[in-house]
């Protein structure tokens, strides 16, 4: 369990699989972050800084589990945050997403792990 209170950041239909949400810092109350819905039909949540440059990482492309950086091409793991090709070198933190009914839910600052 996780003692972060979630945030409703939008429902399951409005992600279609492939696509993207950007949740600003005045919603998360931290750093901007993006919610991602993978082709394996999965959520999953990032910092949405590009850890290499000053990108967004939900202007990328998904594919498969990973998020592909629009500026450079770095790719990170959707599902660790790890960075899996150059230009990046330094992992993105994840965050815990999870589907309630039609609502998305983030834990901003909770790893997707715990």
């Known amino acids: 369990m996780s003692s972060v209170d979630p945030i409703r950041v939008g429902s399951v239909s409005e992600v279609p699989e492939g696509e993207a949400l950007l949740v600003p810092a005045a919603t ?66 994840t965050h815990r997403v999870e589907v309630d009914g039609e609502d998305l839910l983030l834990y901003p600052g909770t790893p997707a792990s715990s």
């Open 28 to 93: 998360t109350g931290t750093v901007p972050i993006t919610v991602f819905h993978a082709e394996d039909g999965e959520f999953y949540a990032l910092d949405d800084r590009c850890t290499h440059g000053a990108a967004s990482l939900a202007e990328g492309w998904i594919e498969d589990d990973q998020i592909e950086c629009p500026l450079h091409g770095a790719a990170f793991c959707l599902r660790t945050g790890a960075a899996l090709t150059l230009p990046a070198t330094v992992d993105t933190r």
